[in-house]
């Protein structure tokens, strides 16, 4: 028996390795198939998709879902909700299957920069009216140094909460270089043993540790603003 239980102690470790790599796999997988909807999207529209259209939800994720299935929106490692996450709208189980973030307003913590230097597009105020102006395909001005869409447990619900029929995939993820207030969490994700898979622009996909997709670096801002420049002054 103790013979059996130090097989055992040695060999659950490694079949948790070995789970964990398997998932890291479907999960650039499904960053793959986001990235081909995300391009069909962009040669139809000419622009990308907007993170919002003021409802609330994630506009950019019902975007992508007449070319993509919905299973591919989130990562298929599994955290534990306590973990990652303030509240659970729908606590079916203690663990949860983060959801991809969209790079909506780049790498800006302090104001709003016009236009925006993110993805989501720019938000413009008419009178009383709020528009949403999607960010044209040419705004990107490097998509090789751009973060399009990633692992992310950051998430904004407002507007949902009241709705019996929303789906996971209808809130609105976001991707953001900073340790979120309302959640004092990152808005990147380190399941993958302190890792976090990235969509750039262009469709390739880099693997990275947490500590280096939100450094506080002009190398690292710089890949998130469409610009390809730091813009410190918005740290």
């Not at 994720?61 to 599994?78: D, E, G, H, I, K």
């Not at 534990?80 to 659970?88: F, G, L, M, N, T």
């Not at 990275?208 to 710089?222: F, G, L, P, T, Y």
């Amino acid at each position: 028996m103790g013979i059996i239980a130090l097989l055992a102690s040695l060999l659950f470790p490694a079949l948790a390795r070995s789970k964990r790599r398997a998932c890291s796999a479907a999960c650039v997988g499904n960053l793959r198939q986001l990235a081909i909807a995300l391009q069909i999207y962009i040669q139809d529209q000419g622009t990308f998709p907007l993170g919002t259209s003021g409802d609330g939800l994630g506009s950019w994720q019902r975007a992508l879902m007449t070319s993509a299935s919905s299973n591919v929106f989130y990562c298929p490692q599994s955290v534990r909700a306590s973990d990652r996450y303030v509240q659970i709208v729908h606590p079916i189980s203690p663990f949860v299957y983060p959801h991809y973030g969209y790079n909506f307003l780049g790498a800006t913590h302090s104001g709003l920069p016009k236009p925006s230097l993110g993805l989501g597009g720019d938000i413009v105020l008419a009178g009383t009216t709020l528009n949403f102006l999607p960010a044209p395909e040419r705004r990107v001005l490097v998509p090789s140094q751009m973060i399009a869409i990633g692992d992310s447990g950051a998430f904004l619900y407002t507007g949902v909460g009241a709705q019996t029929n929303a789906s996971p995939s209808d809130f609105f993820y976001i991707l953001f270089p900073y340790v979120v207030p309302a959640f004092n969490r990152p808005g990147v994700g380190d399941w993958h043993d302190g890792n976090a898979n990235m969509l750039f622009c262009d469709g390739h996909i880099q693997c990275a540790k947490q500590s280096v997709w939100i450094e506080n670096m002009d190398q690292a801002r710089r890949l998130w603003n469409n610009d390809n420049q730091s813009h410190p002054e918005t740290w």
